[in-house]
């Protein structure tokens, strides 16, 4: 897994020790990997410089701003931000989906059809 935050090195950090460290990621990208369109002061999270260990079908990006996989919706899962609190189940359910999508010829098919794309 590659985790991929538009956030800083410090931010990036931080998640991961909510993941009890490296021992599920094997990249980190973070800001500095990101397009930066300074005009609307957005955070352009491109898959493309992912690629060549990977293929672009395989790849599935989950955000809580929709604008950060813009350049690739049809790999993008949306979720809620989560800010800690009590009771929230998403990242329980997002685990479910990531599941069934485990071996998918293309998982942008998928995505497509369960989030209206």
């Known amino acids: 897994m590659v985790l991929f935050t538009a956030a ?3 931010y990036a950090e931080i998640v991961l020790q909510s993941f ?3 021992q599920y990621f094997d990249h980190i990208l973070s800001r ?3 397009l930066h369109i300074y005009q609307k002061g957005v955070f ?3 898959l493309s410089i992912m690629l060549g260990k990977r293929t672009i079908n395989d790849i599935i990006i989950v955000d809580n701003k929709i604008e950060s996989y813009s350049s690739n919706l049809e790999n993008g899962i949306p979720i809620i931000s989560y800010y ?3 009771g929230d189940r998403m990242l329980k359910k997002l685990a479910r989906y990531l599941l069934n999508l485990k071996d998918t010829q293309d998982v942008r098919e ?3 059809k369960d989030f209206y794309l």
Do not use: E, N, R
């Open 44 to 46: 352009i999270k491109d």
């Open 32 to 34: 500095k990997q990101c």
């Open 20 to 22: 009890d460290g490296h």
């Open 84 to 86: 800690g609190q009590d």
């Open 110 to 112: 998928h995505i497509a």
């Open 8 to 10: 800083s090195d410090q």
